[in-house]
């Protein structure tokens, strides 16, 4: 009753701006927890968009926002 299986769910695509902002996952090196999201490209700043705690979650991060291609780790 409480812990379904989630099965079907329709993943939402959204946009962001590519122009200034690229994605990138950002790693911590003493917990290796990881964050999705994206990094301006002029400051630098980073906006936190998804927990990643598998290669489930990347791979939807990815199909949300149409990403192709290699995500920069940042460390």
């Known amino acids: 009753?409480?812990?379904r299986k989630k099965t079907g769910l329709?993943?939402?695509?959204?946009?962001f701006d590519a122009?200034?902002?690229?994605?990138?996952v950002?790693?911590?090196i003493c917990t290796g927890e990881k964050v999705a999201g994206f990094?301006?490209?002029h400051?630098?700043?980073f906006e936190d968009i998804q927990l990643i705690r598998s290669d489930k979650?990347?791979?939807?991060f990815r199909k949300t926002y149409g990403i192709d291609?290699?995500?920069?780790t940042i460390y």
């Open 10 to 15: 329709k993943i939402e695509k959204k946009s």
């Open 19 to 24: 122009e200034n902002k690229k994605p990138a």
């Open 39 to 41: 990094r301006d490209i």
């Open 69 to 72: 291609g290699d995500i920069e």
């Open 1 to 3: 009753m409480f812990f």
């Open 43 to 45: 400051s630098g700043k």
């Open 57 to 60: 979650d990347l791979e939807e």
């Open 26 to 28: 950002k790693a911590s």
